[in-house]
């Protein structure tokens, strides 16, 4: 696949519904805006207005590009994770004065795992918590953590807000 830094290849690689390009566009991951070097072949980055529909608009993204790349497999944790990885976005990472801001989808093809990272405009670490049994949240990055290899995360860059990221296992390559 061919293409230039923050997208995810050619123009035909790029096809949700025209409800989720008016709601996403190409960017990098940065949830302010800023522009963080590094992009390469395999990667997909888009900007997700902090809007109920989001999660919806990740999913779609990123249904695609696993597609794109032969990994539809993966498609069903992986949409979990990302929808629960945006939610907290939407709940947690506003910054902590008035701006406008936006939420980051970013995935890494890296050939033995998949990236899928979240950027928000607050540094706030995420927090893991305990809900009790008739919570009806709180229970989000347990299921990060259960349908991911890995879960972690990072301040921006930039330094301001935090990229909140989960790596996947890609299956063994069929010979």
């Not at 061919?2 to 790029?14: A, K, V």
């Not at 390009?21 to 302010?32: M, S, W, Y």
């Not at 939610?87 to 890494?108: F, T």
């Not at 009806?136 to 299921?143: E, H």
Request: charged share 15%; with cysteine.
């Amino acid at each position: 696949m061919t293409g230039t830094p923050g997208t995810m290849g050619t123009p035909d690689l790029f096809r949700p519904d025209p409800a989720h390009l008016a709601a996403a566009r190409p960017a990098e991951p940065c949830g302010l805006g800023h522009r963080v070097p590094g992009y390469a072949e395999g990667t997909a980055a888009f900007t997700l207005t902090p809007r109920p529909a989001a999660a919806k608009t990740a999913r779609s993204l990123l249904t695609t590009a696993l597609a794109d790349w032969d990994l539809s497999a993966l498609t069903s944790d992986v949409s979990l994770v990302v929808s629960e990885l945006v939610a907290n976005a939407l709940l947690h990472g506003a910054p902590a004065v008035a701006m406008r801001w936006s939420i980051g989808l970013r995935l890494e093809n890296r050939g033995r795992s998949l990236l899928c990272a979240i950027t928000d405009a607050s540094p706030r670490p995420p927090a893991t918590g305990l809900p009790g049994l008739t919570s009806v949240s709180g229970r989000g990055l347990q299921l990060v953590a259960g349908f991911s290899d890995r879960w972690g995360w990072n301040l921006c860059p930039c330094g301001q807000g935090k990229d909140v990221w989960a790596r996947f296992a890609l299956p063994a390559p069929t010979t």
